[in-house]
């Protein structure tokens, strides 16, 4: 469940005057998530007062989309505002920079969702040293990312040729994994006419991928 899992999460954050950075896919994840904290905010289980931020230009304009392709999710046309109303939305790189002169508390959404590149990549600089602040993952991180790194314990990551030490609080959101699970898969291969000659398991734990190919 989402909501049990990020309102203790924010909840504790805003307590200790801490900085939220939260790693985000900008197509449907972002969305996912500032439609979860408008819903923790409404339910009184985060401070109404504590400052969102989107920073990433992609994720904005999808979620400006969600109001003209009502048919292709299942918010309503008032969540669908409640949602763009959630956080401040930042165009700009200026916006973007001037983050770093802010104090907590406060929660910024950021792609890329696997820290791999984006502005996520300067928030983890900037507030990453800090005991008080929050690394938050929201979803699954594949290996060799600096996602995965700092889920492993990393005591620091190299970003922009530099190392940078990671004292923040790193904690991840597993239950927004976008990613079909084994019986999802066998169900959508089910569904075939006329069985495949061939299936390629790609995009996966070596474990998994193996078990996945005994099953099919």
């Known amino acids: 469940d989402l909501l049990s899992e990020l309102g203790p999460a924010l909840a504790r954050l805003a307590a200790r005057g801490g900085v939220a950075v939260v790693p985000v896919f900008a197509v449907g994840r972002a969305q996912v998530v500032l439609h979860a904290i408008g819903l923790l905010k409404a339910q009184g289980v985060i401070p109404a007062s504590l400052k969102v931020f989107l920073d990433s230009p992609m994720a904005?304009?999808?979620?400006?989309?969600?109001?003209?392709?009502?048919d292709a999710h299942r918010l309503n046309a008032t969540e669908v505002r409640a949602m763009g109303k959630v956080a401040t939305m930042l165009e700009t790189t200026e916006q973007s920079k001037a983050l770093a002169n802010r104090h907590g508390p406060m929660v910024i959404l950021a792609a890329s969702g696997m820290a791999t590149g984006g502005r996520v990549l300067h928030h983890i600089a900037a507030f990453g040293t800090d005991h008080r602040n929050t690394i938050l993952f929201s979803g699954f991180q594949a290996a060799g990312t600096r996602g995965r790194a700092l889920l492993q314990g990393a005591q620091e990551i190299k970003i922009h040729g530099q190392w940078v030490p990671v004292r923040a609080e790193v904690a991840e959101l597993p239950m927004l994994s976008a990613h079909a699970d084994s019986e999802e898969l066998l169900r959508w291969l089910g569904g075939f006419r006329r069985a495949p000659r061939r299936v390629f398991i790609v995009h996966g734990e070596p474990d998994a991928l193996d078990a996945l190919r005994k099953r099919v």
């Not at 904005?60 to 009502?70: K, N, V, Y």
């Open 60 to 70: 904005i304009h999808t979620t400006e989309l969600f109001g003209h392709h009502m």
